[in-house]
C-alpha cells in the first residue's frame, strides 16, 4: 500500500558494490533528514561535496549531495541524492541510519515513478516509456522508449484529447444555450469535420502498433525444416555462440530454443525449432508440436532443407522463404532456394543477415518513434476509436447521444495516459462562449 506521508528511500543506481553508489529520498522528511545528517543549508539543483554523518555526529561516508524541492522535482516532493562511495558497508550503514529516522522507509517497486505520476510530473505512457529506457538493449529500443519517456507519443494523444473536449463543449452549448449570440449555430458541422479526421488519424496511428511492438518486443524468427537440415548449426553460427546442441542424430533438439540478436539496432529473437517429421516417439512429438505453433506466431520463418540430398516434396510453410544449407557438400537437391548457406565456411551468412535485415525493415520503418507499443494502447485506441466512428455514423441520433459517444471516446483514449479529464468541459465552454455575461 503506498502512503505519501512517509518519506522513500532507495538505491536509485546499480547494485554494490559500485564505483558510485546513488541513494534517493523523497517525501515531506528530506529537509529534516537533510538538515540533521549534513546540516548545511543546500542550494537547490547545485552539487554539493558533504561529509554525511548519524545522528551522534558518526560520519558515515563523504558524499556528493543535490537538494530539488517540490514540485520541481522527479516525484513532485521534496527530493535529495545521495551520491556515495559505492561500497556494501557504506549503503548498509546509510540504510540503517535512515531506518531509524520516524516516517522513513524504503521504496516498494516503481513507487518513485507512482509518486511522479500521482502528482502529475508524469503520466502512464512517459513512465512505460522511462521503464523500456532502462531495460532499452538495441539503438531502436531507445530511441523508441526516448520517444515515450520524453513525451512525444503524449503529446499526440492530448492534443486528440483537446480535439475531443472541443467538440463535445461546441455540441453541449448548442443543446444548453441555443438562444445566446456567442454560440453560432449549427456549431456541431464543425464537430464532425473534425471528428471525420481525428477518426483517420487513430486509425493510422493504430496501423503502426505492430512496428511498435516489433521494436520494443523483438522481431521473431523461427528457423524450421525437417531433422539434420542444419537449423542448430545456423543459429549458432548466427550469434556467434554455441546455443544449440549440434550432433549428427536427428531428433536432437527437442524443444523451441531461443536468443536475441542485434541486427541492425533492431532486437531480433531466434529460434531454433525441432525437426519437422511424422514420429511415434512421444517427447520429439511434443517437440514438433511446439514447433508449429511458434512457426504460426512468427514474424519470419527460415525454412531450412540439407542441399546435399535430394529432399522429399516436403511442405514450406506458407510465407517462409526457403534457405538451402551445408552448401560446402556436393549438391544434389534441384529445388531453388533464395539463399544457400554453409555453416562450416560461413558461405552466405553475411547475405542470410542482410536478407534478414531486409525483412526486418520491410515491415518496421516507421517515420516517427511516437507510436504505440502496448496491447494496453491499442486496446484503449481501438475503444477510442469505435466510440468516435459511432457518434460519426450516428446520425439518427439526437446530439446528446453522440455528444456522449465522444465522451466514451475521450474516456477511453485518457485511460491510455493515466489522465481522464472531464471537469475542464465546462470551461471549454464558458471560455469560448462567454455564457452568462
Given at each position: 500500500m503506498f502512503d505519501h506521508n512517509h518519506t522513500i528511500y532507495a538505491l536509485s543506481s546499480g547494485a554494490v558494490p559500485a564505483g558510485v553508489a546513488v541513494v534517493r529520498l523523497s517525501g515531506p522528511a528530506v529537509r529534516d533528514v537533510a538538515n540533521r545528517m549534513i546540516g548545511d543549508v543546500l542550494t537547490p539543483r547545485h552539487a554539493h561535496l558533504r561529509p554525511i554523518?548519524?545522528?551522534?555526529?558518526?560520519?558515515?561516508?563523504?558524499?556528493?549531495?543535490?537538494?530539488?524541492?517540490?514540485?520541481?522535482?522527479?516525484?513532485?516532493?521534496?527530493?535529495?541524492?545521495?551520491?556515495?562511495?559505492?561500497?556494501?558497508?557504506?549503503?548498509?550503514?546509510?540504510?540503517?541510519?535512515?531506518?531509524?529516522?520516524?516516517?522513513?522507509?524504503?521504496?516498494?517497486?516503481?513507487?518513485?515513478?507512482?509518486?511522479?505520476?500521482?502528482?502529475?510530473?508524469?503520466?502512464?505512457?512517459?513512465?512505460?516509456?522511462?521503464?523500456?529506457?532502462?531495460?532499452?538493449?538495441?539503438?531502436?529500443?531507445?530511441?523508441?522508449?526516448?520517444?515515450?519517456?520524453?513525451?512525444?507519443?503524449?503529446?499526440?494523444?492530448?492534443?486528440?484529447?483537446?480535439?475531443?473536449t472541443r467538440g463535445r463543449a461546441l455540441i453541449e452549448a448548442e443543446l444548453d444555450f441555443p438562444d445566446e449570440d456567442d454560440v453560432p449555430g449549427s456549431v456541431s458541422d464543425q464537430v464532425w469535420a473534425d471528428m471525420s479526421r481525428l477518426a483517420e488519424e487513430i486509425e493510422a496511428h493504430l496501423g503502426q502498433s505492430a512496428q511498435g511492438e516489433i521494436i520494443r518486443d523483438g522481431f521473431k524468427i523461427v528457423i524450421a525444416g525437417e531433422p539434420n537440415a542444419g537449423k542448430s548449426s545456423l543459429m549458432n553460427a548466427l550469434v556467434r555462440r554455441d546455443v544449440a546442441i549440434v550432433t549428427e542424430f536427428a531428433g536432437t533438439t527437442r524443444d523451441v530454443l531461443s536468443t536475441d540478436l542485434n541486427i541492425d539496432g533492431f532486437l531480433v529473437k531466434l529460434f531454433d525449432t525441432a525437426g519437422l517429421r511424422e514420429t511415434n516417439e512421444f517427447v520429439e512429438r511434443e517437440?514438433?508440436?511446439?514447433?508449429?505453433?511458434?512457426?504460426?506466431?512468427?514474424?519470419?520463418?527460415?525454412?531450412?532443407?540439407?542441399?546435399?540430398?535430394?529432399?522429399?516434396?516436403?511442405?514450406?510453410?506458407?510465407?517462409?522463404?526457403?534457405?538451402?544449407?551445408?552448401?560446402?557438400?556436393?549438391?544434389?537437391?534441384?529445388?531453388?532456394?533464395?539463399?544457400?548457406?554453409?555453416?562450416?565456411?560461413?558461405?552466405?551468412?553475411?547475405?542470410?543477415?542482410?536478407?534478414?535485415?531486409?525483412?526486418?525493415?520491410?515491415?518496421?520503418?516507421?517515420?516517427?518513434?511516437?507510436?504505440?507499443?502496448?496491447?494496453?494502447?491499442?486496446?484503449?485506441?481501438?475503444?477510442?476509436?469505435?466510440?468516435?466512428?459511432?457518434?460519426?455514423?450516428?446520425?439518427?441520433?439526437?446530439?446528446?447521444?453522440?455528444?456522449?459517444?465522444?465522451?466514451?471516446?475521450?474516456?477511453?483514449?485518457?485511460?491510455?495516459?493515466?489522465?481522464?479529464?472531464?471537469?475542464?468541459?465546462?470551461?471549454?465552454?464558458?471560455?469560448?462562449?462567454c455564457i452568462g455575461k
Amino acid at each position: 500500500m503506498f502512503d505519501h506521508n512517509h518519506t522513500i528511500y532507495a538505491l536509485s543506481s546499480g547494485a554494490v558494490p559500485a564505483g558510485v553508489a546513488v541513494v534517493r529520498l523523497s517525501g515531506p522528511a528530506v529537509r529534516d533528514v537533510a538538515n540533521r545528517m549534513i546540516g548545511d543549508v543546500l542550494t537547490p539543483r547545485h552539487a554539493h561535496l558533504r561529509p554525511i554523518r548519524t545522528r551522534n555526529g558518526l560520519i558515515l561516508d563523504s558524499a556528493l549531495v543535490l537538494f530539488f524541492p517540490a514540485p520541481h522535482s522527479f516525484t513532485g516532493e521534496d527530493v535529495l541524492e545521495l551520491h556515495l562511495h559505492g561500497g556494501r558497508a557504506v549503503v548498509e550503514a546509510l540504510y540503517a541510519e535512515l531506518g531509524s529516522f520516524p516516517d522513513l522507509r524504503q521504496a516498494m517497486a516503481g513507487e518513485f515513478s507512482r509518486r511522479a505520476f500521482e502528482n502529475g510530473k508524469l503520466d502512464l505512457v512517459e513512465i512505460e516509456g522511462l521503464a523500456d529506457l532502462i531495460a532499452a538493449e538495441t539503438e531502436m529500443q531507445r530511441r523508441l522508449a526516448v520517444e515515450h519517456s520524453s513525451g512525444g507519443l503524449s503529446a499526440i494523444y492530448s492534443s486528440w484529447a483537446e480535439r475531443l473536449t472541443r467538440g463535445r463543449a461546441l455540441i453541449e452549448a448548442e443543446l444548453d444555450f441555443p438562444d445566446e449570440d456567442d454560440v453560432p449555430g449549427s456549431v456541431s458541422d464543425q464537430v464532425w469535420a473534425d471528428m471525420s479526421r481525428l477518426a483517420e488519424e487513430i486509425e493510422a496511428h493504430l496501423g503502426q502498433s505492430a512496428q511498435g511492438e516489433i521494436i520494443r518486443d523483438g522481431f521473431k524468427i523461427v528457423i524450421a525444416g525437417e531433422p539434420n537440415a542444419g537449423k542448430s548449426s545456423l543459429m549458432n553460427a548466427l550469434v556467434r555462440r554455441d546455443v544449440a546442441i549440434v550432433t549428427e542424430f536427428a531428433g536432437t533438439t527437442r524443444d523451441v530454443l531461443s536468443t536475441d540478436l542485434n541486427i541492425d539496432g533492431f532486437l531480433v529473437k531466434l529460434f531454433d525449432t525441432a525437426g519437422l517429421r511424422e514420429t511415434n516417439e512421444f517427447v520429439e512429438r511434443e517437440g514438433i508440436r511446439r514447433a508449429r505453433i511458434a512457426i504460426g506466431e512468427a514474424d519470419l520463418v527460415l525454412y531450412l532443407e540439407d542441399t546435399s540430398y535430394q529432399p522429399e516434396a516436403a511442405t514450406v510453410p506458407a510465407g517462409a522463404l526457403c534457405i538451402g544449407t551445408k552448401s560446402d557438400l556436393p549438391r544434389k537437391s534441384a529445388r531453388e532456394y533464395v539463399l544457400t548457406v554453409s555453416t562450416e565456411t560461413g558461405t552466405g551468412l553475411d547475405e542470410l543477415r542482410a536478407l534478414i535485415s531486409g525483412q526486418l525493415r520491410a515491415k518496421v520503418n516507421p517515420q516517427s518513434m511516437a507510436i504505440p507499443t502496448r496491447a494496453r494502447h491499442t486496446d484503449s485506441l481501438s475503444l477510442c476509436l469505435d466510440a468516435v466512428r459511432s457518434a460519426l455514423t450516428g446520425v439518427d441520433h439526437g446530439l446528446d447521444v453522440r455528444a456522449e459517444e465522444l465522451r466514451v471516446a475521450a474516456d477511453a483514449l485518457g485511460r491510455v495516459t493515466g489522465r481522464v479529464d472531464v471537469e475542464n468541459l465546462l470551461d471549454v465552454i464558458f471560455g469560448e462562449f462567454c455564457i452568462g455575461k
